[in-house]
């Protein structure tokens, strides 16, 4: 399975930006989806992750309430829409693929089974 990050850039503090993430070469509905974010000289910590058929979502508290994870089947992809962002929010930001059996997700980065590239996200203050 191969993912691509895409949406990410520099925005003011304040601002929002969506993240998406495409998946190829495989089957897409086999795989739990998560978000992870990592800054220089720190472990990759988790965002927020979304089963299989999008009916569970769970979030790291620091993003909870700002931050909405979802995903769209038909087209392999998900999501991570982020809102209220602040510099603390900086950082480069994963997606990941966990064959979780059903309905099961979990936070743990050694977990997943696939990794996308990375993108990074900036927020301004």
């Known amino acids: 399975v191969q993912l691509l990050e895409s949406g990410g850039g520099l925005v003011q503090a304040g601002g929002s930006l969506r993240l998406s993430c495409a998946a190829s070469g495989g089957t897409f509905t086999s795989y739990a989806m998560g978000w992870f974010r990592q800054t220089l000289g720190k472990e990759r910590e988790f965002v927020a992750v979304?089963?299989?058929?999008?009916?569970?979502?769970y979030y790291a508290g620091s993003v909870r309430g700002r931050f909405t994870i979802s995903r769209d089947n038909a087209k392999n992809t998900v999501y991570l829409q982020m809102n209220s962002l602040s510099p603390e929010d900086t950082a480069v930001y994963y997606c990941?693929?966990?064959?979780?059996?059903?309905?099961?997700?979990?936070?743990?980065?050694?977990?997943?089974?696939?990794w996308g590239q990375g993108i990074q996200v900036t927020v301004s203050s």
């Open positions: 990941a693929a966990d064959a979780a059996p059903i309905m099961a997700v979990t936070t743990l980065p050694g977990q997943y089974d696939y």
């Open positions: 979304i089963s299989k058929n999008g009916g569970y979502t």
